[in-house]
Structures are given as C-alpha cells and as structure tokens.
C-alpha cells in the first residue's frame, strides 16, 4: 500500500488529514525556517509559503524512513497589509496584530510540497514494475480571511489561551480563533494548514489517487 508522510508536526494538519479519511505517519524535520529564508533573501508570501514547504518535504524525504513513501510538506504564511505573518510566539506580537486585523482581512497562504521517494523503473530491474515516478513539485492554496471586530477584552482573552502564539497570523479557524472569522473566500481547508484538494492535485502527478490513501472500510479494495 502507498504511504503517506506528512512532514509536519501540526496537530491541525494531522488533524485534517484524518478526518478526511487519509492514513498517514508523521515525520518531523528539523528544517530553520529562518535560516532557509536568510538563504534565499526575501519573498512575498505566497513564494515564502511554498518555499518554506519544500524545505520540510526534502529534508524529510532524506531520512532513511521515508524510503517507499510520499511525503508532503506544509507552510502557511498569513499576507496583511502587505507584510509576511508568520507565527507570532509572544503576546506583544499577537495582541499588535490582531488589533489591526480586527474588522480587517487578509490572505492565508499554504504552501504544499511533494516528494515521490518510492523507486522508480531506473532504481530496480527491467522486468520488475516500479511505482515512484521521481515527481518533487509544490502548489500553493489561498484564502482570503475576514475578521470580526474584536475588543480589547477579546483579544487579551484569546491571547491568554496561548492558542494563537502559534499559528501563523496568530489566529486559528478550527479552534477558539473561529469565533473571530465572518467568513473565508477560497478553501477553508487552506486556512486551517493542509488543502486536501491541492493534495489531491498533486498526488496526481506522482500517479496516485487520493482514494488509495483512506482508511475507510470498502473503499479501498487493498485494506
């Protein structure tokens, strides 16, 4: 059975991904965000996303553990106002950014990578069939994020949480932060980290359809 790597430690991300059916393992990697975007200098945040994406899938299809596997890569990188959001980890920075979020909205990047780390027909015999097709390719998924507005009492609430110190834009749709979102133009799946659509795209290109990844009975004869 094809095996899926998320190379991501984000309980959200594992979160969706099984809800949606989809059996996966996890692998973390240990990639620098900050180092690899002092590498590549700067870039607005829909390149900051996939780029940052990639870095994790490759530096986890480099262990020995994802020999066989598929292994998908996520960053989210949240554009306001022009700039790059990524997580805030204190509270001065959250509490700066939510009060000019508040009312307001912006646009959720999540960059998505793929690397097919299966052998392919160069990797083994002529007469021995191979699956892998060597693919490594990225989408990018995108939301538009429209706020509340939120008082002062709101935000130091939230805040005290400890929720969004974490999150890239310092707010989550799929937990407390909810209550702060009046809606979302595009694939809310993309807000909360992982769209299972541009996995679904991507898997594609590796020759693989999304269904042979459920783990729901009868819906994959080889369960």
């Not at 009046?182 to 999304?210: C, F, Q």
Request: aromatic residues 4%.
């Amino acid at each position: 059975m094809t095996r899926l790597i998320l190379a991501s430690q984000s309980p959200a991300r594992t979160k969706l991904l099984a809800e949606a059916g989809i059996q996966h393992d996890i692998l973390v990697s240990d990639v620098d965000e900050d180092a690899v975007q002092a590498r590549y200098g700067v870039t607005d945040p829909h390149d900051t996303a996939l780029l940052l994406a990639r870095a994790k899938a490759e530096a986890v299809a480099a262990l020995p553990e994802a020999d066989g596997a598929l292994v998908i890569g996520c960053d989210s990188v949240f554009e306001f106002d022009g700039e790059s959001h990524g997580k805030p980890y204190t509270a001065e920075i959250a509490r700066e950014r939510m009060l000019r979020m508040s009312g307001s909205k912006g646009v959720l990047h999540t960059g998505h990578w793929l690397v097919d780390c299966r052998e392919t027909a160069a990797d083994v015999d002529d007469d021995e069939p191979a699956a892998g097709t060597g693919a490594t390719l990225g989408a990018v998924s995108s939301a538009e994020v429209h706020f509340a507005e939120m008082s002062y009492q709101d935000i130091d609430a939230y805040i005290a949480t400890g929720e969004p110190l974490h999150c890239a834009g310092s707010f989550t749709i799929d937990g407390l932060g909810g209550a702060f979102i009046r809606k979302v133009d595009g694939d809310p799946h993309a807000v909360v980290g992982l769209s299972i659509s541009t996995l679904r795209e991507l898997l594609s290109h590796a020759n693989v359809g999304i269904t042979e990844l459920w783990a729901v009975p009868g819906a994959n004869p080889a369960l």
